[in-house]
Nanobody, 125 residues
Framework: VQLVESGGGLVQAGDSLRLSCAVSGRTFSLTVLAVAWFRQAPGKEREFVAAIRYSGGSRYYADSVKGRGTISSDNAKNTVYQQMNSLTPEDTAVYSC?????????????????WGQGAQVTVSS
């Protein structure tokens, strides 16, 4: 499974941004994936943002983004998205997507086997 993020950049507080994670691999293997977004701010540990079953349906959000973020998947485009609204400088971080074959929606870093290279999101005040 290969993951490539895009959509990061510099935005202002209050803006919205959509991150994309292109997912590739054997078709059969993709249907059993959970895909998640994590973020790591300077000097802080990587933290969970949201997770989704790649085939669609179940979603799980961290409290820090609940109500401001939406994770979605588009199987036709082999892409998982993370929409973030009402951004604040505290959202500044490197955002990475991760995937793992599983039946649930893990939220711990160590439970994910595949990682993208990350995309920088910087929110100015």
């Amino acid at each position: 499974v290969q993951l490539v993020e895009s959509g990061g950049g510099l935005v202002q507080a209050g803006d919205s941004l959509r991150l994309s994670c292109a997912v590739s691999g054997r078709t059969f293997s993709l249907t059993v994936l959970a895909v998640a977004w994590f973020r790591q701010a300077p000097g802080k540990e990587r933290e969970f943002v949201a997770a989704i079953r790649y085939s669609g349906g179940s979603r799980y959000y961290a409290d820090s983004v609940k109500g401001r973020g939406t994770i979605s998947s588009d199987n036709a485009k082999n892409t998982v998205y993370q929409q973030m609204n009402s951004l604040t400088p505290e959202d500044t971080a490197v955002y990475s997507c991760a995937a793992t074959p599983t039946v649930g929606l893990p939220y711990r870093t160590g439970e994910y086997n595949y990682w993208g290279q990350g995309a920088q999101v910087t929110v100015s005040s």
